[in-house]
């Protein structure tokens, strides 16, 4: 719609241009009806450049049949990678009329190498599996070129419509048989591009040194692009990040969030990376550049007491009681996040308080996932064959059913 506007306004100043030289007699001009037709051209030249300086800006806004969670957290080895992984699977199983898409924002490629089944081997090149996403510019960063390509100059806002966002997407059925038909992956150059020795990674695309409001521009025309598609077809989109890095890829993916989930291991340190994170988050809303809020925390590998949940884990949204220890870390780090509610109440209207009772029709903030054991790192190697154990896949089940709700607004009744 903007891109739209844009054009209209320059018909329209053509026209007036146009109104300018009517009365102008070429052959004999007075000084007035030439100081009028300058005028009226630089006013034009000046709205050219202002029309093609805003066809490069996008504001944040959220699409009905797009929903995008990115799970961050500026603490790294808390789980993001892992449980993107089986959200990925399980969300994709389970409503196969749903296409889910995984974007890899990650310098390290982890969860790329997992949904490829290649997390067990180390390739010190870009052959093999991996080699065909670069291959078939199903990155990130193959999109936003193609993207920013077609924002460049000062008349930008009179090419086409931007590229389509699937012709960047990975099928993983293509190499991973047992994968779900509607589960797509998008990878990024990053993980090569960080590799001295891997072949041609000073020729790919890269994101390094592309300004913010750049990075911005291609979060938010990738959400619209997808939700451009079918419109039978909804799309849920989980975004990995790493951790303790603000980089580019970080960026686009904070920017690209409707959700945030933050996964949280049961330690008060992780509140002062969160701290870092949210304020971060503020300037992004404060530019209009993203829509994001924390909607969910889950504690991760919990050490388990009783399968049988307390008073005191319910409260925070545990289905199982975990050590005394344990529980005290939670507890504290559920209160740091009060304090931090009262600084970012934009970014986490969602949170309730720590004590405050699980009433009908209404989601809560905390989850938890138990330790995963044996099982957990043979999914890693085979993830599309092995499973879970009950009572791990039961945890797992639980923060789909969150992010479930959380994409389709419906309310969850306990």
């Given at each position: ?100 898409l995984v974007i890899d924002c990650s310098i390290y490629g982890d ?196 399968n049988e949940p307390t008073e005191k884990s319910e409260a925070l ?98």
């Amino acid at each position: 719609r903007p891109l739209l506007d844009a054009r209209l306004g320059v018909l329209l100043l053509l026209f007036l241009l146009a109104l300018g030289l009517a009365p102008l007699d070429l052959a004999m001009p007075t000084p007035m009806e030439l100081l009028v037709t300058l005028a009226l051209g630089v006013l034009l030249f000046l709205a050219l450049l202002v029309l093609g300086r805003a066809s490069r800006r996008a504001r944040a806004r959220r699409h009905e049949r797009v929903c995008v969670f990115t799970f961050a957290n500026h603490k790294g080895g808390v789980g993001k990678t892992t449980s993107a992984l089986f959200v990925a699977r399980r969300l994709a199983a389970e409503d196969p009329a749903r296409k889910v898409l995984v974007i890899d924002c990650s310098i390290y490629g982890d969860l790329t190498r997992l949904l490829l089944g290649t997390a067990s081997t180390f390739a010190s090149n870009n052959d093999g599996a991996e080699g065909w996403l670069v291959a078939g510019g199903n990155t990130i960063e193959h999109y936003a070129a193609a993207l920013l390509r077609t924002r460049s100059g000062p008349f930008a806002f009179l090419r086409h419509r931007a590229p389509d966002v699937r012709a960047h997407l990975y099928s993983l059925k293509d190499s991973q048989p047992s994968a779900p038909a509607n589960l797509y992956l998008m990878s990024s150059c990053a993980q090569w591009s960080h590799r001295s020795n891997s072949r041609g990674a000073s020729a790919l695309p890269t994101l390094d040194g592309v300004d913010a409001n750049a990075v911005a521009v291609v979060a938010q025309v990738l959400r619209a692009s997808l939700a451009s598609g079918e419109e039978d077809c909804s799309w849920i989109v989980l975004v990995d990040t790493d951790g303790g890095v603000l980089h580019e890829l970080t960026k686009l993916a904070l920017c690209v969030a409707d959700s945030v989930i933050v996964p949280a291991n049961a330690d008060t340190a992780d509140a002062r990376r969160l701290h870092v994170m949210l304020r971060y988050m503020a300037e992004l809303h404060a530019k209009g550049n993203s829509t994001g809020t924390i909607d969910l925390c889950f504690f991760t590998a919990l050490k388990v007491k009783a399968n049988e949940p307390t008073e005191k884990s319910e409260a925070l949204g545990l289905g199982f009681a975990v050590l005394d220890d344990v529980w005290s870390e939670m507890g504290k780090l559920a209160s740091q996040f009060d304090e931090l509610r009262a600084e970012f109440p934009q970014l986490l209207a969602r949170l309730e308080p720590v004590d405050a009772k699980r009433t009908k029709g209404r989601g809560h903030f905390f989850a938890g996932i138990r330790h995963g054991g044996v099982t957990l790192q043979r999914m890693k190697d085979r993830p599309y064959s092995t499973e879970l154990s009950d009572a791990v896949r039961g945890d797992f089940d639980e923060l789909c059913k969150r992010i479930d709700q959380l994409a389709s607004a419906k309310e969850l009744t306990y």
